[in-house]
């Protein structure tokens, strides 16, 4: 039961909508009709400039922090990591922008650093790295969704972190699918 619970609190913390909400306080403006259309940390930087956009990321990730802070104190480890991963799906389809979101990078980042601290900040440096080296947020969100299980692997091996990795890197990479596109097009827009 306690799977279902923490899954369920962690959902529902993920589906709060930050960006949508800091599109609304600093901008007046619904960022699902302006830009991408996508409610993440690109769009609120594009659409309302970069003191939002920190805002939006630090807020998602919360998102994703504080449901496994919580749920490991309650229900431990690997209740915690399911914790997480329902927030990285509530944060891209969250019930209250009738399941419109982000692409769960930030929530994602939240999660890993809620459990390990030293392989987010190694992922999320490796991740400005190809940001300032490319100025393609979507390349730089591809690359670190493809090495978090590598790196996961290098620093712990075999584990709940691991298997939760695997869901982690699809789904983000999923969620960049139009990124992706124009990657291969060479289209990508540049921030």
Not at 154 to 171: D, V
């Amino acid at each position: 039961m306690s799977y279902v619970f923490g899954s369920i609190i962690g959902y529902i913390i993920g589906s709060i909508p930050f960006s949508f909400l800091v599109g609304k306080v600093f901008g007046r403006v619904d960022l699902r009709k302006k830009g991408s259309g996508n409610l993440g940390t690109t769009n609120v930087i594009r659409n309302l400039g970069l003191g939002a956009g920190i805002l939006a990321y630090a807020l998602d990730m919360l998102k994703g922090l504080i449901p496994v802070l919580i749920i490991r104190q309650l229900w431990g480890y690997e209740v915690a990591i399911i914790s997480g991963m329902a927030a990285i799906i509530g944060h891209c389809y969250s019930v209250f922008t009738s399941f419109h979101g982000g692409k769960g990078v930030a929530v994602s980042s939240g999660v890993i650093f809620a459990i390990d601290p030293i392989i987010a900040i190694i992922l999320t440096t490796g991740q400005l790295i190809v940001f300032f080296a490319t100025r393609m947020m979507g390349l730089a969100s591809i690359i670190t969704a493809v090495a978090l299980p590598i790196v996961t692997y290098l620093m712990r091996g075999i584990g709940p972190l691991l298997y939760a990795s695997f869901f982690m890197t699809p789904f983000v990479i999923w969620q960049h699918r139009d990124n992706l596109k124009r990657l291969l097009q060479g289209t990508e827009n540049k921030l």
